[in-house]
Structures are given as C-alpha cells and as structure tokens.
C-alpha cells in the first residue's frame, strides 16, 4: 500500500464515520434550502410528542425540497478537518501556528454568522473577536475539552508522516486555539497515531507511541486506563458497547463530544477490530452518546490502516463533495483533492 492510499484512507475514513452517524442526520437537516420555521416546527413537534407520552421522534424531512438534501454526506467534522488541511495548503513554507491562526481569521471570522460550530469553536471565534490570542482563546473557553481539535488533527498527521513528535507538537498549535488541557492532549494524540499510520506504522505501534501524548494523572490517561481495562475483559468487539457506555462515556454530563473520553473510546475500538474500517465503525456508531464525533475518529484510524481501497466507489461518490453544512466557504469542495494536494504539500515540506 502506497502513501496516497493511507492518505485517502484516513481522509475518507474520518468521512465515512462522520458520515453515517445518526447524528449527521441532523448535521444534514442545517443544509441553506431548508428553512428555519421547519427547524422550528421539527423541535417543537417532538417537544409535544414527549408530553403525550409518543416515544417515536419525528426526523428531519424534506417536503417540497429535493429529496437529495438529506441523503449521505459527510457534515461536521470532515468540514473542520478540510478546513485545517486548506490553512495548511495555504501554509507559505513549514506550517506554524501563525498559519492556523491566519486561516482563523481569513476564512472563519468573517463567516461567524454562518457557521455551524461546536460550543469551544464558538467560544474561540468569539474570544478572537475580543482581541484574545491562543492559547487564552482555548484556556479561557468553557469546553475547552471538547474533541473538535481532534478531527482537525488527521490533516495535521498526514502531512506529519513519520514523524509523530513534530506532528503532536503542530496539532498543538492548531487546538489551542479552541481546547486547552485534555482537548490538546487529545489532538497531539490522534496527530502522532496517524503520522505513523500513515508511514506505514502497525495500529498497536501508532496508539501506543499516541498514549505517550496523555499526561500522567490527566483525566484522558485516566479513562484510557479503563478504556484498556474495557478491552481486555471483552469476548468480542462488540461487548465494547456496553463496557464503553457504562465506564467511559458519562452520563452525567448533558453533552457526548468529550476528549477523555471519545479518543480512548476510538483507540480501543480499532483495536478491538483489527483497524477493520466497516466494523470499527458500525461499531462506534453503536455509542448512542459519542455518536457525534467517536465514529469519525475511528473512522480516521482506521482508513489509515486498511487504506483508500476499503472504501467503496459507491461510498466515495457520495463522499468526495463537501456540502458546506458547518462551514460555507467550503461547499464545493473536493476532500480526494484536497488529500492529494496535501500529499503533494507533504513530500516538499
């Protein structure tokens, strides 16, 4: 396997994980043609549902607007993670935290009113906005552990192959402008493994060089120890689902996207499968509160390791377009572009 391959891999993995969570549904329902009363009407509706004691929820829908508009694609997190591989095509030379800054505010700060963001992407435009500077704009930000870095870290491997220490450092640059603490461990994290997957590097060598990234006593060292714990007492992968929801994924909090938790969770459900694409995947999405971020992250891992060729032409046709659904100025894309240009970008850097 060549290194396009792994490239593509891990791009159209992310993608393909994102893609098919149940909550990309949702992702798929902020398209610009569907207007905003039927947002409301949507939330409303199952808000009385619940009061009448109904237990099926109404789901996006796309009367009298084209029927394509709900159909699979993928939606946040590859949005994000394209955006940090465009800073770094725009990158004049090396890449440097100067340059994910400029892309911040070159193309997010003008289009802030437009975006579909996470609640740390949110807080960082708006602490851009008054003059902070990272890293205060990831410290001083209310979710700064969330895992939004984390996907924009794949691009940051790619282009890192080989060399895990440069790529954890520049993943580091890029998350603190929205994470500090475990939201950064978690980037540098994911940004080593995909290095070396994309070198070439087997899934237990890549993870186990990513866990050197969790500070000793942090919280994600913590549930990673009992992510590892969850993977040694499982007959088979899927009992993963339940030892992952009732130890590692809380349910105290009201929100699923958390670093400590979402990245070990992933680790430990590639390995569990083998690095197997389909089923890493099918399986994450089995994590009805991670659902919105773990089967990209898998996704991401696992593309590396098995390569472009595991995704189906069928699945990469519907892939391959980005719709803009977080971030606008990206409609139109080309994510099989925009790999190999990074490819290309990775072997003169």
């Known amino acids: 396997m060549d290194k396009r391959e792994r490239f593509l891999g891990a791009m159209f993995g992310l993608a393909y994980g994102d893609a098919l969570s149940f909550p990309a549904l949702f992702h798929r329902f902020q398209h610009p043609d569907i207007p905003r009363k039927r947002h409301q009407f949507l939330w409303r509706r199952n808000a009385?549902?619940?009061?009448?004691?109904?237990?099926?929820?109404?789901?996006?829908?796309?009367h009298r607007i084209a029927k394509e508009t709900l159909e699979i694609c993928p939606t946040d997190d590859t949005e994000w993670a394209a955006f940090t591989l465009t800073a770094l095509l725009e990158?004049?030379?090396?890449?440097?935290?100067?340059c994910f800054l400029e892309a911040w505010r070159k193309h997010i700060l003008p289009a802030k009113d437009r975006l579909h963001t996470s609640f740390s992407e949110r807080a960082a435009i708006e602490n851009l906005e008054r003059g902070l500077l990272p890293p205060a704009t990831g410290d001083d930000n209310?979710?700064?552990?969330?895992?939004?870095?984390?996907?924009?870290?794949?691009?940051?491997?790619l282009i890192c192959a080989g060399d895990a220490d440069r790529a954890a450092q520049l993943a580091e640059a890029d998350a603190q402008i929205t994470q500090a603490e475990d939201g950064i461990y978690a980037a540098r994290a994911?940004?080593?493994?995909?290095a070396l997957l994309a070198d070439g590097a087997d899934l237990d060598a890549a993870l186990r060089r990513a866990r050197r990234e969790f500070p000793d006593d942090s919280w994600i060292a913590h549930l990673d120890a009992v992510a590892q714990d969850c993977l040694g007492e499982i007959e088979q992968p899927a009992d993963l689902t339940i030892l992952l929801t009732a130890r590692v994924i809380n349910s105290v909090y009201s929100y699923g996207s958390v670093a400590p938790e979402t990245l070990p969770s992933a680790f430990v459900t590639a390995t569990a499968c083998g690095g197997d694409l389909h089923q890493a995947v099918a399986l994450a999405a089995g994590v009805a509160k991670s659902a919105d971020s773990l089967p990209a992250m898998v996704g991401a891992l696992c593309g590396a390791v098995q390569g472009w060729g595991v995704v189906s032409p069928?699945?990469?046709?519907?892939?391959?377009?980005?719709?803009g659904l977080s971030l606008p100025f990206l409609a139109g894309a080309d994510l099989e572009d925009l790999a190999d240009r990074l490819l290309e970008k990775a072997g003169t850097s």
Do not use: K
Request: hydrophobic content about 50%.
């Open 48 to 62: 009385e549902l619940d009061e009448q004691g109904i237990s099926r929820m109404m789901l996006p829908f796309t």
């Open 91 to 98: 990158c004049d030379g090396a890449p440097s935290a100067a």
């Open 314 to 323: 069928l699945w990469r046709g519907a892939l391959t377009t980005l719709r």
């Open 190 to 194: 994911m940004a080593a493994a995909v």
């Open 142 to 157: 209310p979710l700064h552990y969330e895992d939004c870095a984390v996907a924009r870290a794949v691009p940051i491997g």
